[in-house]
């Protein structure tokens, strides 16, 4: 596949008014709103274009799986940071679009934090170029970082520049009893203190802790922070970046983003707790669950549900009038007919 | 759309009176000897004076003035501290400067959610001194960090000595409110990790002003390592220390701070600060690291070994904090020192890729020759992004002339390389030019829609950051695709 191939196939739905419906290996299908349009299948246009290990960044086509970019890191002894799933084939166009991140994101930063730069086919067809391979450019607006987690709303990520970071010297992973508030309060607690703290997971009374730096430091982290030292820890937290592990088994799963301080809301169903108390997984319908996340200072993602909910409730949480106005202008300025994944993010664009 | 300059014609005095009835008397300059203090920012070759200088003190102030200017059509320019190097803050002949400068309260430092949220005119480092009694600091140090203020940070998307490890404004800033010209209230992130929607928070961090006034940042507090120790190695020679530093990432080792200097610059400033510096070094690298002491200890001889390997001529570690601060010293006062030794110095701000150090470098050196100016470079070599400070003399004909000349050549060679033409000073009304190298086209007119988004009337610090099409044109960078020249009427030269 090449870059022309998608170009035209933009231009072509830009001049029919035609909604495409872009895609990547398609492990995200089930995430977002309906999937509507002609697809447009980009996983052919692939391949690691640059990576320069002492430059700490690596430029890929949208459709090279994950999986390649990671063994090609981890040659170099190196990784992306923020721990995407390689689920499924994932893609690098798709992770961007998709934005989210596993569970080094609390320690390391979100996917947004990591793009450097982008080559984006716009609504119109016209290929752009924001960013570039250098950590630091703030020449012109930041639309590289933009297209974090615009899940393909406003172009088709052709190409993408991520910073890459060299892995951790040392990894250790501790196991403590405790209860999600006493969790939380550990959480928070631990935060403030110059501790190597890499990840973190509640799940049914058991909190796991990774820690990750030189290996004196986490050595003496451990020391100071006592637990139990976990067996399996790297299939552990396999498990927890893939979401294969059984907390997140539920016909319906809701993500909170909360303030890391944030108690624990007043409803049944919580499953898992993440990045330092800021990500909390709940299971089932909750009717009440969108109001109590806006009140407690975060949002709620209705991240996995059967089709007739999801058209219900909207995946994402409402946004305020004068928010949605300045998104559909935006949307605007990158796909002014609407024709790329129209209602994948919010059913008014 | 934004294809040429916009033009405003202001009448002075009924915006004073409309103002008089906003703002009361004290936050009000209309004199001429009041307005002068306005008339530029860091970068002071360029110099306007605005109508008026507004300095609210409520944020319903701050809302009436944009209201009231946006119905009369007049320019807004916010203000932080003026410590910007791009000539983002200067002001517009026909419009008023927003000072945020009275907006310098710190609301609220949450110690158990490591997070301060602060309006906009507190200065960088008063967060850090308001945090340090929790054992927590504030990670973005621009150098001015005493004076520049968080609203000016946010703007700029500043950063400093220690982005490398820890970023830059964007990845510190976790929500902001801001007002639009039209006068309405956006929050946009939240103390959660993420929002709904589109990231508005990078789109705007880094906007220069362009799309709308911040008016409280709420920023991440990070734990203040136990420990930090710098190491100081000696190069015979600058493309020895590039690849230094490149032996220092390839080890898998990311230091709090990664600086470099050369000859002129620890000439310059030495015996200014005697910091101890090798004057016999072609470059001198400063390299930190920081954390616990068992991880500081381990670091230290890792990178000491990688150093000796890449050919230092001499180490020396910092045996005590005053002994670090004094190593640092050096760097961060490299600008009022080489400012000591030339009447007037102009810094740059460019971006390339680490690689291609030894040969921007040489190329300066080859500028120097053929523009007949001195130049000093020090610079975050951690992330490429070099500070050469040209210096001139303001007072001999044409010297301005060749420093801009000298300037804009090496923004344009730091795009060729594949770097960027600011790092973290922004473009402001100084790169405006190089903007059109840097971007084709099409990238500027997304640019222009995306300001049309957020600020349709244009009348937000108008003239900088992004350039006209127009502009381009003249400067004969206009970059033509498939063959149709965008603006045929346009002569080129
Ligand atoms: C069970 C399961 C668990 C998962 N767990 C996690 C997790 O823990 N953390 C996490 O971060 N992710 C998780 N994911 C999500 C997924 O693995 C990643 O986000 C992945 O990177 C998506 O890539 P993809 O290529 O499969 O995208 P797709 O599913 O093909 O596309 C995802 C979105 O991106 C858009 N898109 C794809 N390619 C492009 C492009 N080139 N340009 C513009 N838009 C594009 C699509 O239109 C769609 O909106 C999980 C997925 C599954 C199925
Ligand atoms: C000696 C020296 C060293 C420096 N070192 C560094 C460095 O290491 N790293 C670095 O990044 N920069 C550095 N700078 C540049 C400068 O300090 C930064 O760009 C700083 O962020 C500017 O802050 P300020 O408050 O002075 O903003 P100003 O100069 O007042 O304004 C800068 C821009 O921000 C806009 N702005 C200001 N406040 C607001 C607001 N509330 N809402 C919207 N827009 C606003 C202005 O319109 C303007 O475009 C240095 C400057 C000097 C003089």
Redesign the interface.
């Known amino acids: 596949m090449t870059l022309d191939k998608i170009v035209l196939a933009v231009r072509s739905a830009h001049a029919s008014h035609t909604p495409l419906r872009i895609r990547g290996a398609g492990s995200k299908d089930f995430y977002g709103g309906l999937l509507a349009g002609d697809l447009l299948d980009v996983s052919g246009y692939r391949g690691i274009t640059a990576y320069?290990?002492?430059?700490?960044y690596m430029t890929a086509r949208c459709g090279t799986p994950l999986s390649e970019i990671e063994a090609v890191l981890a040659e170099?002894?190196?990784m992306l940071a923020f721990e995407p799933p390689q689920f499924s084939g994932a893609t690098a166009g798709g992770c961007v679009a998709a934005?989210l991140s596993g569970p080094r994101?609390?320690q390391a930063?979100?996917v947004?934090?990591f793009v450097l730069g982008v080559k984006l086919v716009?609504g119109s067809g016209?290929?752009?170029?924001?960013g570039?391979?250098?950590?630091?450019?703030?020449?012109?607006?930041?639309?590289s970082?933009?297209i974090?987690?615009?899940l393909g709303t406003?172009g088709v990520i052709a190409e993408v520049t991520l910073k890459v970071?060299?892995?951790p010297?040392a990894e250790q992973t501790l196991v403590f009893a405790l209860d999600q508030t006493e969790a939380l309060k550990k959480l928070?607690?631990w935060?403030?203190?110059?501790?190597?703290i890499s990840a973190s997971f509640w799940h049914q009374g058991q909190l796991w802790l990774r820690l990750s730096?030189?290996?004196?430091?986490v050595?003496?982290?451990c020391r100071k922070l006592g637990g139990t030292s976990a067996v399996n820890s790297d299939q552990h937290w396999h498990s927890v970046r893939e979401q294969a592990h059984p907390a997140f088994a539920s016909d319906v799963l809701w993500r909170l983003?909360?303030?890391?301080?944030a108690p624990c809301p007043g409803l049944d169903g919580l499953r898992a707790i993440e990045?330092g108390g800021?990500?909390r997984w709940y299971a089932g319908e909750q009717a009440a669950i969108r109001g109590a996340a806006a009140r407690l200072?975060?949002?709620a993602?209705l991240y996995r549900a059967p089709e007739s909910l999801r058209c219900l409730e909207g995946a994402?949480?409402?946004?305020?009038p004068?928010?949605l106005a300045?998104?559909r202008?935006?949307k605007?300025?990158?796909d002014p007919k609407g024709i790329l994944n129209p209602g994948r993010?919010?059913a008014e664009f | 759309m934004s294809s040429t300059e916009p033009v405003f014609q202001t009448d002075r005095s009924a915006l004073a009176r409309r103002l008089k009835t906003i703002l009361p008397p004290h936050c009000l300059l209309i004199d001429e000897e009041d307005l002068r203090p306005y008339e530029c920012d860091g970068l002071t070759a360029y110099r306007e004076l605005p109508m008026a200088v507004c300095l609210p003190e409520t944020e319903g102030q701050v809302i009436d003035v944009l209201r009231n200017c946006h119905q009369l059509g007049v320019p807004v320019v916010a203000r932080g501290a003026g410590t910007g190097l791009s000539g983002g803050a200067m002001p517009h002949a026909q419009g008023v400067v927003l000072s945020l400068a009275r907006f310098n309260k710190i609301l609220r430092v949450d110690r158990e959610a490591r997070l301060a949220v602060v309006q906009p005119g507190v200065r960088n480092l008063a967060v850090s001194e308001a945090a340090a009694p929790f054992g927590l600091y504030y990670a973005p140090d621009p150098s001015s960090q005493i004076a520049c203020t968080l609203g000016g940070n946010v703007a700029e998307n500043s950063g400093g000595v220690h982005c490398l490890k820890y970023g830059l404004t964007v990845h510190n800033v976790l929500r902001i409110r801001v007002i639009s010209i039209e006068g309405e209230v956006f929050e946009i992130g939240s103390e959660a990790p993420d929002a709904a929607g589109y990231d508005l928070l990078a789109l705007l961090i880094g906007s220069e002003g362009m799309l709308g006034v911040v008016t409280e940042v709420t920023v991440k507090l990070v734990p203040k390592p136990e420990l930090a120790q710098v190491v100081m190695a000696s190069f015979d020679d600058v493309a020895k220390a590039g690849d230094a530093v490149a032996a220092i990432i390839a080890a898998g080792i990311i230091p709090a701070g990664l600086e470099m200097m050369d000859k002129p610059a620890t000439a310059a400033v030495e015996p200014f600060v005697k910091a101890g510096y090798d004057l016999n070094a072609e470059a001198i690298l400063l390299c930190e690291s920081d954390g616990t002491p068992e991880e500081v200890a381990e670091e230290i001889a890792r990178v000491t070994e990688v150093l000796n390997a890449a050919g230092a001529s001499e180490i020396r570690v910092s045996q005590s904090e005053a002994e670090r601060l004094r190593f640092w010293a050096g760097r961060k006062a490299a600008f009022p020192a080489v400012g000591r030794i030339t009447p007037d110095y102009y810094c740059m701000d460019g971006t390339i890729p680490r690689k291609r150090l030894a040969e921007m470098l040489s190329a300066i050196a080859g500028m120097e020759i053929k523009y007949g100016l001195r130049c000093a470079n020090v610079f975050h070599a951690g992330d490429g992004n070099l500070h050469p400070l040209i210096m001139y003399d303001a007072s001999q004909p044409g010297n301005w002339e060749r420093a801009e000349a000298f300037g804009a050549e090496i923004l344009e060679l730091s795009v060729a390389l594949g770097g960027s033409i600011t790092g973290e000073h922004g473009v402001g009304i100084e790169k405006i030019n190089q903007m059109c190298s840097q971007y084709a086209t099409p990238e500027l007119e997304a640019f222009h829609r995306i300001k049309a988004a957020f600020d349709e009337s244009g009348l937000l610090n108008p003239g900088k950051a992004v350039p006209s099409l127009h502009r381009c044109a003249e400067y004969g960078r206009m970059h033509v695709h498939h063959g149709d020249v965008k603006f045929p009427e346009l002569e080129r030269f």
């Open positions: 320069e290990p002492t430059e700490l170099k002894g190196q934005g994101r609390q930063g979100a947004r934090d716009d016209q290929v752009l170029k924001f570039g391979q250098v950590m630091k450019n703030v020449a012109g607006y930041d639309v970082r933009l974090a987690g615009s406003l970071l060299p892995k010297v928070n607690h935060g403030g203190q110059p501790l190597p730096g030189a290996g004196a430091a050595e003496a982290a983003a909360l303030p890391s301080t990045w800021a990500l200072g975060g949002h993602v994402f949480a409402p946004l305020s004068a928010l300045l998104h202008r935006l605007k300025a990158f993010l919010y």
